[in-house]
């Protein structure tokens, strides 16, 4: 979907609360409009990966890096692991308005906190490893472009173990949330990665499930419903869509994102109707 007239840009808003946050112009959506930007990445990205429990490398996929809350609060979480050696975080974006608008208002951004000496090399350079003073290794990958042509592309980064994935909404960006797309990027993680995203929509689900996920509830997201995981491995959701859930779905009047191929619905339809997932 083209961007509009707007441009990728980024104004500075403020939450009902006060809190400082950051309005998507094109598609005027607020970043995490309730808690703010920050609270929601480390409340629903990094506590629901449970990277504070992992160690050795881990890589992090940052989908739809925006003003860099997810990147940062990650980046404070490999910080706090010390069993953690190595940690790259792989930022996907169109561009980097978002950071550069953070930057420039770091002051009303506490968040930055640590990350402050390498935001602006982030903004410099689209590849750093930065070694800390305990020797582990922070290792940072922008992958700049259209995600859609991203997946399609030979770009070389490495496969995932924790996905956080948060582009705006199926509504908003339909083309972020289709089968290809979660087709795609299952064949970029790990088969016990986890795949994290604020959304409960149904056509997001359905397309998880289809692409060779299972797929589980996460927690609240904000004031909202409760969020979703994926995993190629059942073993590592806690809790799965039970079910009941496809009944759910066959009444859905919102099964698939708006430009989802007729040829893939089928395959949704027919995939979900014989998930293992329902047999566990
Ligand atoms: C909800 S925001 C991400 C917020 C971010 N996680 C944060 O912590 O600030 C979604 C991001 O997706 C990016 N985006 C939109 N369409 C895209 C596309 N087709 N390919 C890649 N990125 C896209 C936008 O530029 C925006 O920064």
Not at 106 to 120: A, D, G, M, S
Not at 129 to 148: K, T
Not at 194 to 207: F, H, K, M, N
Request: aromatic share 12%; charged share 20%; net charge negative.
């Amino acid at each position: 979907m083209p961007i509009n007239d707007a441009g990728n840009k980024y104004a500075l808003v403020y939450t009902e609360s006060g809190i400082p946050t950051f309005r998507h112009l094109a598609t005027q959506e607020t970043l995490h409009g309730q808690v703010g930007p920050y609270e929601e990445a480390q409340k629903l990205y990094v506590e629901s990966s449970a990277i504070q429990t992992k160690n050795g490398k881990c890589i992090v996929y940052d989908i739809g890096m925006g003003c860099g809350a997810q990147l940062i609060a990650m980046f404070h979480a490999f910080l706090a692991n010390k069993n953690l050696t190595h940690m790259t975080i792989v930022s996907f974006d169109l561009e980097k308005e978002g950071l550069v608008l953070l930057w420039q208002n770091k002051e009303l951004f506490p968040y930055i906190n640590q990350f402050t000496h390498i935001l602006p090399m982030c903004l410099e350079k689209n590849h750093l490893l930065v070694n800390l003073e305990d020797g582990r290794l922070f290792e940072w990958i922008f992958i700049q472009g259209d995600f859609v042509q991203t997946l399609e592309s030979e770009a070389k980064y490495p496969y995932a173990d924790i996905i956080c994935y948060d582009f705006f909404s199926p509504a908003s960006h339909p083309q972020l949330w289709t089968y290809n797309i979660f087709s795609k990027l299952r064949e970029r993680v790990k088969e016990d990665s986890l795949l994290i995203t604020y959304s409960s929509a149904t056509c997001i689900r359905a397309a998880l499930l289809a692409s060779g996920f299972f797929v589980g509830m996460g927690i609240a997201s904000g004031k909202k419903a409760r969020s979703t995981l994926a995993s190629p491995t059942a073993q590592t959701l806690k809790e799965l869509l039970p079910p009941e859930w496809k009944n759910r779905f066959a009444r859905s009047q919102a099964q698939f994102s708006s430009l989802e191929k007729d040829e893939n619905k089928a395959i949704i339809k027919e995939r979900i109707a014989t998930h293992s997932q329902w047999d566990l």
